[in-house]
């Protein structure tokens, strides 16, 4: 399946979540922690975990057999997403040679 602008899987998850976050609204952006996926996350997250921890967290769960799915870019869109629209939720700490990113 080709991907709808050519940037693969990760550019247009990226793309529509930004437009859904524009359409929906800040006010209705809680509801998206509903989603397995991000809800998944978001407990991993109750203690602060390194980019690889949770790049490899999601390269093991259903998601990561969709063809072209990147674990790296899809957790670097998430991680962006997270702390954009919900800064009072999460904090990211820059370590020597990783980012941790926890729940505040």
Known sequence: ???????????DFAIAMTAWAIR?????????????????????LTRPQRFGA??????????AAVTGFAPTQAWQT????LLHFLPGRYKRLAARHSEVLGRA
Request: one cysteine or more.
């Open 78 to 81: 998430l991680m962006r997403w």
């Open 54 to 63: 949770v790049r490899d967290e999601l390269a093991r769960l259903p998601c």
């Open 24 to 44: 929906t609204g800040l006010q209705r952006l809680d509801q998206r922690q509903q989603q397995p996926l991000v809800r998944h996350i978001d407990q991993l």
């Open 1 to 11: 399946m080709a991907s709808a602008t050519g940037q693969g899987l990760a550019g």
